[in-house]
């Protein structure tokens, strides 16, 4: 049976969420007019309203952009088309007379898609709106006002670094998608343009209630004034690589050629003289020389995974930066594509302070600044759409960091609420263990009782998991945040502001509706957070507090 309890909406209404609007056309539409001269207006005050009426054209040096763009959609989707070319290569080499005009065929392709592109990509800046047209068959219009930008991001691609040109992102909280992107401006004009769109949201009209939260997030500085809060050393993302899983990204790209790969390490020992599949032939070996065969080979694919991986965290996160001025935060990162992301502390809904077991053990912190999650196409690590990730910081960065974003929490120090032990029946009792039982049985029956070993070894860890997990879940509330601890093998912590809910739910199964328990699930804009197994009435007592919380406070969650 589900409850389900609809937070009172915030003053901000939802219209005010999705800014902009998109207009497709599907069939190819007549040559705009356009002022072939890109005005790249200066101006003394970077505060002055911009405006180009006339359309404008990018820089010759988008072509590079929208190349770069059709490459990587085109490597993305090797994957499917790398078995059939793998198959028939030797075909390939022996018949050029049928793969090289296919192939000039496919680069002519390739280069006309990118000059229409370039072709028809337009914007104009006026009256405080950003407007581009682009698309070759279909057409796309977007308008999107200043004062509805969530964030603002500097994309720096390495083929753009010589020539001083960025390309520009802006995203609004409703959109599904990426907003607007303008991809080749000089960097001083965008870097004009982001501060005429930052200064548009602090002159846009608030309620009373949502102007005195923003007012009361500003610290005392003047508007020029960066000031730095975090740096990352070589050393830290380092740290961040050994305890991270960035290797998946790596290995799902090489899944077509693993066996290519294998055969080929196979030669390269042969060469240093060593004989990997007698190695492997375990038959005529005694089992200590077998077990260290194994230990070896798993010690090397560790250390070429862990090098993968240190690989992709420097790529995504090197020379990061988080500074702040005024109300805002901004991340700088990157080798290959520089990122800077600008976020409005007004925008942020949570913070998590996440910690893997390894991270435990070497003492660090991973810390997210999360905000809308609307923006889901997320390509690098780190360089998110919805959120800010300070990679590998210690404990005391970490407390510096979140009193930073939301003074006079209690993250680190509050006492948490355990959930129900009802947990461990329903997961261990009467799930794991029936089916424990019936495999035993059957393995019983078709006398394969060597398999007994190996199922109450499954069943023993599977359990040890189970009772890990409900360790972990924790919750709790002061008079400013609401506090939720989870978490398997590591742990997370998540802290936002109790007026920041604008959902909350409560629901029971059969189970927990005998057992007067419930799961509340609370709703923001960054996602939902859910608090599983606690009791009944402490369920409904958080629910109205948050609607009491969202009513009588009057601030916007944006």
């Known amino acids: 049976m589900d409850k389900s309890i609809i937070a009172t909406e915030h003053k901000q209404e939802s219209d005010n969420v999705i800014n902009g609007h998109t207009v497709d056309v599907n069939e190819v ?10 005005s790249e207006t200066s101006f003394s005050e970077p505060r002055t309203e911009m405006n180009t009426q006339q359309w404008q054209r990018l820089s010759p040096i988008a072509i590079l952009y929208f ?3 059709l490459i990587t959609t085109l490597f993305s989707n090797v994957v499917y088309i790398a078995p059939a070319v793998l198959l028939s290569y030797n075909e390939i080499l022996a018949h050029p007379h049928i793969w090289l005009p296919v192939g000039l065929l496919l680069f002519s392709i390739m280069v006309a898609v990118t000059l229409l592109k370039f072709y028809f990509f337009q914007y104009r800046l006026s009256n405080g709106h950003i407007e581009i047209r682009s698309g070759v068959f279909s057409k796309t219009h977007i308008n999107l006002p200043f004062s509805r930008i969530q964030n603002v991001k500097l994309e720096q691609p390495i083929y753009y670094r010589p020539f001083a040109y960025t390309c520009l992102q802006l995203d609004t909280a409703g959109s599904a998608k990426q907003e607007a992107k303008v991809v080749a401006l000089k960097v001083d004009f965008a870097e004009q343009l982001k501060a005429e769109i930052l200064a548009s949201y602090q002159q846009a009209p608030m ?10 997030t500003q610290p005392s500085v003047s508007d020029s004034a960066e000031i730095l809060l975090n740096r990352r050393s070589l050393k830290d993302l380092v740290i961040h690589g050994i305890s991270s899983n960035r290797v998946w990204i790596f290995l799902g790209l090489l899944a077509p050629f693993l066996d290519d790969i294998a055969e080929y390490g196979v030669r390269a020992f042969f060469y240093l003289g060593i004989d990997i599949e007698q190695l492997l032939t375990v038959a005529d070996k005694p089992w200590w020389q077998v077990g260290l065969f194994a230990l070896t080979l798993t010690l090397l694919a560790l250390f070429t995974v862990t090098l993968f991986s240190i690989a992709g965290a420097i790529i995504s996160f090197y020379n ?23 976020m409005r502390l007004s925008r942020l809904q949570m913070v998590v302070k996440q910690q ?16 809308s999650n609307a923006n889901m196409q997320n390509i690098q690590p780190g360089a998110h759409n919805n959120k800010i990730i300070v990679p590998a910081i210690k404990y005391h960065e970490c407390q510096a960091l ?6 006079n929490n209690q993250l680190m120090s509050i006492d948490y609420q355990s959930i129900s032990k009802h947990f461990l029946l ?11 039982m019936l495999l035993s049985i059957f393995v019983f029956v078709i006398e394969k009782t060597m398999l007994l070993w190996l199922i109450s070894g499954i069943f023993s860890v599977l359990t040890a998991l189970i009772y890990c997990r409900w360790r972990r879940w924790g919750f709790a509330q002061d008079e400013h945040y609401i506090y939720i601890r989870k978490g398997l093998l590591g742990v997370d912590y998540y802290c936002f502001p109790r007026y920041k809910v604008q959902q909350t739910s409560i629901k029971q199964s059969w189970f927990s509706k005998r057992k007067a328990l419930a799961s509340i699930s609370l709703i923001l804009a960054s996602g939902s ?5 606690i009791d009944e009435s402490l369920a409904y007592d958080w629910v109205d507090e948050a609607l009491r919380v969202v009513e009588s406070s009057g601030k916007s969650w944006m």
């Open 29 to 38: 539409a007549e040559p705009y007019s356009v002022d072939a001269s890109v």
């Open 67 to 69: 190349a770069a763009k």
């Open 207 to 216: 309620t009373e209630a949502a102007a005195e939260t923003d007012k009361s």
């Open 320 to 342: 990061f930066t988080l500074h702040k001025i005024d109300d805002r935060y901004i991340r700088r990162s990157g080798l290959l594509t520089k990122h800077e992301v600008t």
């Open 356 to 371: 893997d077991w390894l991270d435990i053990l070497l003492k660090r912190i991973n810390l997210k600044f999360e905000q």
């Open 402 to 407: 979140i009193a930073d974003a939301y003074p």
């Open 426 to 436: 329903r997961n261990i009792g009467y799930i794991l263990l029936p089916i424990f």
């Open 529 to 533: 957070q859910t608090v599983p197994f």
